[in-house]
């Protein structure tokens, strides 16, 4: 079984900045692509950043100049840096990983969702 736990999320008032952590563990081959999406009350769940093996990245619009996704392999470890926070950034974030099993077989899994609430 493989583990996603994220942490970082927190109350933060509008201009601050917060890092968000999702480490993965269990039966993993090789991770591949990193990401983070989230997801807004009454709102479709929306990717914010992602980050592939080779450390290229890509981001949604509204978060680029602000947040900077990387990735410590050696720790199977995403993380997320989001600085000048706006009230618009609320939502949980889920950290997603895409990897191969022991067996490699192509698979992926989701976090939990950690809370960021930005104040105005």
């Known amino acids: 079984q493989v583990q996603l736990v994220e942490s970082g999320g927190g109350l933060v008032q509008a201009g601050g900045s917060l890092r968000l952590s999702c480490a993965a563990s269990?039966?993993?081959?090789?991770?591949?692509?990193m990401g983070w999406y989230r997801q807004a009350p009454g709102k479709q769940r929306e990717l914010v950043a992602q980050?592939?093996?080779?450390?290229?990245?890509n981001y949604a619009d509204s978060v680029k100049g602000r947040f900077t996704i990387s990735r410590d392999n050696a720790k199977n470890t995403v993380y997320l840096q989001m600085n000048s926070l706006k009230p618009e950034d609320t939502a949980i974030y889920y950290c997603?990983?895409?990897?191969?099993?022991?067996?490699?077989?192509?698979?992926?899994?989701w976090g939990q969702g950690t809370q960021v609430t930005v104040s105005s």
């Open positions: 980050i592939d093996s080779g450390g290229s990245t």
């Open positions: 997603h990983v895409g990897y191969y099993t022991v067996t490699y077989y192509p698979y992926d899994a």
């Open positions: 269990g039966s993993i081959r090789r991770i591949n692509a």
